[in-house]
C-alpha cells in the first residue's frame, strides 16, 4: 500500500510491538495512561463493594434499622446506584463527542464527589437514596467513557489488555472497599458501642481516588479519534506521535493516521448522504439511536454487545459482590468478622484473577476466554447450588460444607474475572464505525446498568425464597453463554476499530464501496497487493467461518 506517499507493503508489521504482556512492557507510556484513566474503574468497584459491609454494620444498623431490617428497601438501596448508572451511561455518548472523552472524565468526577458526600453525611434514609443516585450517574458516565477512551488509544496488538484495565481497576475497587469494611467495622468495637465512623469513614473515603482522577485529566491526551472527528488533524498526528512513542516519519503511524481520517470521512459523508437536511445535532443524535436498531450489521453488533452486558449480570457476578456477607452467612460461616473476612477473599481472587486477561487476552482471543471462562463458572454455581440443596437446613452441623461452599463461590470469582469481566468492557469499544461507537457504547454499557439493577432488585428476594434455587439460577445463563458465544460470537481480536466491517459487514453496498474507494484514492492510499488477507490472521477468518459468518478480504 502507499499511503501518503510511504510505502506500505504487505510485509510491513502494522502493530506496534506483540501482544499480551510483552506489549504492555514494550508502551509504557500507553500502560501508564490506562491505569490511570482506569482510576475511573476504581470508582465504579470501590461504590459497588462498599455497600455490601456497611450493610450488616451495627451503627448502620441502630442509624438506620429500617434499611437493615427491611430486604426489599435494603434491595432498593443498593439498586438505586445502578439505576443512577444506566442513566449517566445511556445519556453520555452525545456528552462524550460533545466535550470529548476527556473532559467527560473531569464531568463524571465532578458528579461523583457530589453524590459521596452526599452519602457520607446521611442522616436519613433519603438522603443515602440521593447521594446513592447521583453517585450512581456518575459511575454509569465513567463506565462508558473509560473502555471507550482507553479503546479509541490504543494499538490493536494490546487494545484488548488495555481495556481489561477498567475491570482490573474495579476489582480493585471492590477489594479495598471489602478489607476496609472488614477493618473499619472494629472502629468503637463489633457491637453496640461501634461508632458510626466505621460507616461513614468507607463512604467518605471514595472521594480521595475521584480527586485524583480529577487533578490528573489535565494531563490526559484526547482520543485521537475524537480529535479527527473535530477536523483537528495536526493535534491527531501529535497525539499519536506521543502516545506511541515512534516518530511522525513512521509508516505504520502514517496508516493509523490515514486509516482514522478515512473512516472519520466516510462516516460524515455517510451521514450527510442518509440524513440531507439535517443540522440539529439532537435530531442527528436520535437518527443515529435509531441507526443502531434498524441498520442490519449496527443492530447485529449492537446484540452482541448489550447481550455480553445481560448475561454477564446473570451470571450472578453483583449478587456475590452486594450480598457476599449474607451469603456466606447463609452457608454456615457465621460472625460478623468471619463473613466480612470471606467477603474480602472474594475481592483478593476478583483483583489477581484479572491479570491473566490483562497479560494474555490479546493472544488467546476474546471467545476462547468467554467459553473457558463460562464452563468454569456453571461448574461452581452447580456446585454450590447442590451443597445448598443438601445443606440448607444444617449448615453448623457440617462446618466443612460451608467452607467448600465458599471455595466454589471463589471459584466462580475467579472464572468470572478473566473472563466476561473483561471481554465485555472490550468488545463494545471496539466493534462500532466511529459516527455511532459513542452512541453504542452508551445504549450497551446502560444495558448493563438495567440489568445489574434488575439482579440488585431481586437478589434478596430470590436468597430468602428460592435459596438454593438463585444459583441454579444464575448457572443457566452461564451454560446459554457457551452456546451463544460459540455460534454467534466473532473473534475481534487484533484488528484495528477500522477493520471491524471485515467481520461484521457494513461499507457494502455499491455506493458505500464507491465512496471508501474515493476516500482512499483522495488520500493518497491505493492498495499494492491484497494486504487485508496478509493482515487478517489465519486462524480468525477460519473461525469466523466456522460460525457460518461471511467474512470478506477488501477493506470496505
Known sequence: MVAG??????????????????GLIKEPFIFFISCFASIGGVLFGYDQGVISGVLVMNNFGKHFPLLANDATLQGWMVAVLTLGAMFGAFANGPIADRISRRWDLLLANGVFLVGSVIQCA??????????????????????????????????????????????????????????????????????????????????????????????????????????????????VMATLCRIRRVPASDPRLKLEFLDIKAA??????????????????????????QELFVVRHLNRRLVI????????????????????????????LTGNSVDLLATGVVGIINFFSTIPAIMFLDRWGRRKVLIIGAINM????????????????SWDAHRSAGWAAAVFVWFFI???????????????????????????VGV????????????????????????????????????ILIVWVYFCVPETKGLRI???????????????????????????????????????????????????????????
Open 5 to 22: 506517499g510511504v510505502a506500505v507493503g504487505g510485509d510491513l508489521d502494522l502493530s506496534y510491538g506483540p501482544a499480551g504482556y510483552k
Open 305 to 332: 454487545a448489550c447481550l455480553l452486558q445481560i448475561i454477564q449480570q446473570f451470571t450472578g457476578i453483583n449478587a456475590i459482590i452486594y450480598y457476599a456477607p449474607q451469603i456466606f452467612t447463609a452457608i454456615g
Open 414 to 440: 475467579a472464572n468470572f474475572a478473566f473472563s466476561i469481566g473483561c471481554v465485555n468492557w472490550i468488545m463494545p469499544s471496539e466493534m462500532f464505525p466511529p459516527g455511532v461507537r459513542s452512541k453504542a
Open 264 to 289: 472519520c470521512i466516510f462516516d460524515q459523508e455517510s451521514v450527510a448522504a442518509r440524513f440531507p437536511g439535517i443540522n440539529s445535532r439532537f435530531t442527528l443524535a436520535l437518527k443515529q439511536y
Open 498 to 556: 477500522e477493520e471491524m466491517d471485515l467481520i461484521f459487514g457494513g461499507n457494502q453496498g455499491v455506493e458505500d464501496v464507491r465512496r471508501i474507494e474515493d476516500i482512499r484514492r483522495r488520500l493518497g492510499m491505493t492498495v499494492v497487493g491484497d494486504r487485508d488477507t496478509d493482515d487478517f490472521k489465519e486462524e480468525e477468518v477460519e473461525g469466523n467461518k466456522g460460525m457460518g459468518m461471511e467474512v470478506s478480504h477488501h477493506e470496505a
Open 444 to 479: 450497551a454499557i446502560s444495558t448493563n446498568w438495567l440489568t445489574n439493577f434488575i439482579v440488585a432488585l431481586i437478589t434478596p428476594r430470590m436468597l430468602k425464597s428460592i435459596t438454593f434455587g438463585t444459583f441454579y439460577f444464575f448457572l443457566v445463563f452461564c451454560l
Open 122 to 235: 446521611a442522616v436519613n434514609i433519603p438522603m443515602i437514596f440521593i447521594g446513592r443516585f447521583i453517585a450512581g450517574l456518575a459511575i454509569g458516565q465513567l463506565s462508558m467513557v473509560v473502555p471507550l477512551y482507553l479503546g479509541e488509544l490504543a494499538p490493536p496488538n494490546i487494545r484488548g489488555s488495555l481495556v481489561a484495565l477498567q475491570q482490573l481497576g474495579i476489582t480493585v475497587g471492590i477489594m479495598i472497599a471489602f478489607w476496609l469494611d472488614y477493618g473499619t467495622q472494629h472502629i468503637g468495637g463489633t457491637g453496640d458501642g461501634q461508632s458510626q465512623a466505621a460507616w461513614r469513614f468507607p463512604l467518605a473515603l471514595q472521594c480521595l481516588p475521584s480527586a485524583i482522577l480529577a487533578a490528573g485529566t489535565f494531563f490526559l491526551p484526547y482520543s485521537p479519534r475524537w480529535l479527527m472527528s473535530k477536523g483537528r488533524e495536526e493535534e
Open 378 to 393: 456453571s461448574i461452581g454455581h452447580l456446585i454450590v447450588g447442590t451443597l445448598f440443596a443438601i445443606y440448607q437446613h
